[in-house]
């Protein structure tokens, strides 16, 4: 079984310019969620969306993140204009249902400079 | 929102040693998940524990809820092994009832040779 697909691996950009990252989840899993990870830290939640709808947005700063998942499979996490905080590794998950057990996906580390 | 503590924080063990991490949760929970993140960041799921014992190989683990807390116990240490492993809960107070799995900040482990 094919696990959580992530591109790209490893993202460097420089702040105000913008960046897209992309995850297709396990197949069938209905749930799909966007972690942020800061070095030395747990991963955060940023945004979870049931099949294509979000289920919960509230922990996303929305005014420079923005997420889709357009026919409820894969799904896009873009970040424009970047900040120098915005640095860390952004994880995708997937469960068969909604905080079952969760499946994770490699990251993309994002270095911003 | 609901608190998650791990301990110890750092553990250092010799090939072949047995461990075992704690995590203590504040509040009651419906749902605990223990991960393995690899030293290249790769986040895996090792049990999904809300109460009671589960064993996979070398590792199990024991939850309370009862007594808000869980337990990996790690048999026969192996240097793949190293890594950070995470406790995750389901915060009964978030979002009112979207959920969200809080993660605690993580024993790191390392196995020498």
């Known amino acids: 079984e094919a696990g959580v697909a992530q591109s790209p691996r490893y993202k460097i950009i420089e702040k105000r310019q913008s960046v897209a990252f992309w995850c297709n989840p396990i197949?069938?899993?209905?749930?799909l969620y966007w972690y942020q990870q800061i070095l030395g830290q747990g991963p955060k939640l940023l945004i979870q969306?049931?099949?294509?709808?979000?289920?919960?947005d509230s922990q996303l700063p929305k005014d420079r993140f923005s997420a889709e998942r357009l026919k409820g499979v894969d799904s896009t996490l873009k970040i424009q204009p970047a900040k120098l905080e915005d640095s860390a590794v952004y994880l995708c998950?997937?469960?068969?249902?909604?905080?079952?057990?969760?499946?994770f996906g490699s990251g993309t580390q994002l270095s911003v400079l | 929102g609901i608190q998650v503590e791990q301990s110890p924080p750092d553990l250092i063990l010799q090939e072949g040693a047995n461990s075992t991490l704690r995590c203590n949760f504040s509040d009651s929970v419906n749902n605990l998940q223990w991960f393995h993140q690899n030293p290249w960041g790769q986040l895996i799921n090792l049990f999904y524990?809300?109460?009671g014992t589960k064993q996979n190989g070398r590792l199990s683990a024991t939850t309370v809820a009862t007594e808000r807390y869980s337990l990996l116990y790690i048999s026969s240490s192996q240097t793949t092994d190293s890594g950070v492993y995470f406790c995750?809960?389901?915060?009964?107070?978030?979002?009112?009832?979207?959920?969200?799995?809080?993660f605690g900040k993580g024993t790191k482990l390392s196995v020498k040779p």
């Open positions: 995750a809960v389901e915060d009964p107070y978030y979002g009112g009832s979207q959920g969200n799995l809080i």
């Open positions: 969306f049931q099949n294509n709808g979000v289920v919960d």
């Open positions: 197949s069938g899993h209905a749930t």
């Open positions: 998950a997937s469960s068969s249902a909604q905080w079952e057990k969760l499946f």
């Open positions: 524990i809300p109460s």
